[in-house]
């Protein structure tokens, strides 16, 4: 017997797909050059409303410094704790917005802090840093 369409819908809010990871080199540069940004400590975002061909309304990249973070395993964990905590949070934060707005988003998530923080603090500051995406989002429509 199929689970319920509620059930399946909650299930694949909690997942991270190939469709929702910003992997196009044109679409990167223009975030880069014409995107609106702000820091939400330990994290900086850059932003851009875009028409993506996806069937996801956001696509993310997710970054850490070679240069603050010299080993390869740091920077994993770091993106690791910054996917799982992006992952379990885009549907209630984020998404909703969007829809509601009719508007699909590409943005990167850069990691800027001195030190690795722990998961319980990385995933508080990204609720705040998607309210605050959301906001964004919001604004220019008042």
Known sequence: MP?????????????????????????????????????CYPFRITWLHATVNAPVNAQVLIAVAKKRYKHATDRNLIKR??????RLNKARFLYPVLQQ?????????????????????MQKKMQKLLQQLAEAVIQPAK
């Not at 469709?19 to 044109?26: A, D, H, I």
């Not at 998530?109 to 690795?116: A, L, R």
């Open 81 to 86: 704790r910054t996917r799982e905590a992006y």
């Open 3 to 39: 689970p319920p369409a509620q059930e399946l819908m909650t299930a694949m809010e909690y997942t991270f797909k190939k469709e929702e990871r910003l992997c196009n080199k044109s679409l990167i540069d223009e975030l880069y050059h014409s995107g609106s940004s702000f820091l």
């Open 101 to 121: 707005q009719q508007k699909q988003l590409i943005f990167s998530v850069n990691y800027i802090g001195k030190e690795i923080t722990d998961y319980i603090f």
